[in-house]
């Protein structure tokens, strides 16, 4: 019995690749008359096509900074061979968003399975992605990026102090984690010599300009019955300017079933002093007294 690897049914987890699975592994005739099966069973094979991968030992098997799959995923569509003038914008756009949808429910299936872990064991669970690719030509700062998030419902209706912590830790992630990391997507972009119009995560736009003295904490997710929040980053040290100005700042709290989310003036916390620096500051203190009495 082949192991599923030497299988006649193992493929990347790339557009193509759960294109050809879902060919040649069809849904079970007792499920065909379900409504919405096609899109179960389309993500229960992705799982079939994902499962140890993250276990298989493969993660730094890489070509200029890229995994292979790196390179298939963003070679996806007109990206690769490099377009020529018969792909025209539509053309573009179409298989733009073959790869954006393949994202979409892959991000979709860690989300289910975070709520579904949440849930079993009344835990909690925080989840943070950036793509690494950002709009061509666009500066790459900490307000041009946004991560997709996973936050408990649960965790922000009862625990409204955690509001900041989450904002605070959605913040130091793309400041500090998805900022240098688009840098060097872009860096092995080039080194990769990828056409300018590949590797890209989202259409060619601009942001609209936020206003970074109204920051909410939590924003309102994706939908109202979603865990799934994209959060935007702000300048460096903005946020933190604002924590430090204000006793609160408005946020979305959930409640109720079904959901719904309410926007709220939630409190602030200062950080707590660290006993080192405070140690520090009271040694240097009566050095300079000593000092002066000298």
């Not at 073959?98 to 835990?123: E, N, P, S, V, W």
């Amino acid at each position: 019995m082949p192991v599923w690897n030497q299988s006649h049914y193992s493929r990347d987890p790339t557009v193509d690749g759960l294109k050809e699975a879902l060919a040649i592994i069809p849904p079970p005739k007792l499920l065909a008359n379900i409504n919405g099966i096609q899109e179960r069973w389309k993500v229960a094979v992705l799982a079939l096509l994902v499962h140890q991968l993250h276990n298989d030992g493969d993660h730094i098997n890489l070509t200029h900074g890229f995994h292979s799959l790196t390179s298939t995923h963003y070679h996806t569509g007109s990206s690769w061979p490099i377009p020529t003038q018969q792909t025209n914008q539509q053309q573009w756009m179409a298989l733009w968003q073959m790869r954006t949808d393949h994202t979409k429910t892959i991000l979709a299936l860690i989300f289910d399975l975070c709520t579904a872990l949440d849930r079993l064991t009344g835990g909690s669970t925080l989840f943070f992605h950036h793509p690494g690719a950002t709009v061509p030509g666009g500066d790459i700062t900490p307000e041009s990026l946004k991560a997709d998030v996973y936050i408990n419902p649960r965790v922000l209706a009862e625990n409204e102090e955690l509001h900041q912590i989450v904002a605070e830790l959605s913040q130091f992630f793309i400041e500090r984690f998805a900022t240098p990391l688009a840098h060097r997507f872009a860096t092995c972009h080039t080194l990769n010599n990828w056409p300018a119009s590949s590797g890209s995560s989202m259409t060619p736009s601009h942001f609209s300009t936020a206003n970074y003295n109204c920051v909410f904490l939590v924003p309102a997710p994706l939908i109202n019955s979603s865990c799934h929040f994209h959060v935007r980053g702000c300048p460096s040290g903005s946020l933190a300017q604002l924590i430090g100005l204000n006793t609160t700042l408005l946020s979305v709290v959930p409640q109720g079933s079904p959901l719904t989310w309410n926007t709220k003036a939630v409190p602030i916390f200062s950080a707590p002093a660290d006993p080192n620096t405070t140690n520090i500051q009271a040694i240097t203190s009566n050095i300079q007294a000593i000092d002066l009495v000298g």
